[in-house]
């Protein structure tokens, strides 16, 4: 079983900046990819962004080009990626959930989610 762990969510003001970090442990797959996606109230579970592990490309949605960077460790083996958020706005306010998708798979891994408040 692979675990994700989140960390770094809060309350932030409009405007400001947050990072939000995700360590993977457990068992060893060969990792394809690693995301983040949110859930705000009401809603359904989006896409964020997410980051492919060996070529290091990057994808972000629309709603946060220019403001969201997505990261991962150096060291391809410790499978840790971060989210740096910034200009943050309140329509960003949701549960932030890290995800893995193995080689051949979906994201089929997923972390139990940390909190991210912006108030105006």
């Known amino acids: 079983q692979v675990q994700l762990v989140e960390s770094g969510g809060g309350l932030v003001q409009a405007g400001g900046s947050l990072r939000l970090s995700c360590a993977a442990s457990g068992r060893t797959i060969s990792v394809y990819a690693m995301a983040w996606f949110r859930q705000a109230p009401g809603k359904e579970r989006e896409f964020v962004t997410s980051?492919?592990?060996?070529?290091?490309?990057?994808?972000?949605a629309d709603f946060v080009k220019g403001r969201f960077t997505i990261s991962k460790n150096r060291d391809n083996a410790k499978k840790t990626v971060y989210l740096q958020m910034n200009s943050l706005k309140p329509e960003d306010t949701a549960v932030y959930y890290c995800?893995?998708?193995?080689?051949?798979?979906?994201?089929?891994?997923w972390g139990q989610g940390t909190q991210v408040t912006v108030s105006s």
């Open positions: 980051v492919t592990w060996i070529s290091g490309t990057k994808d972000y």
């Open positions: 995800a893995v998708r193995g080689v051949g798979q979906g994201y089929d891994y």
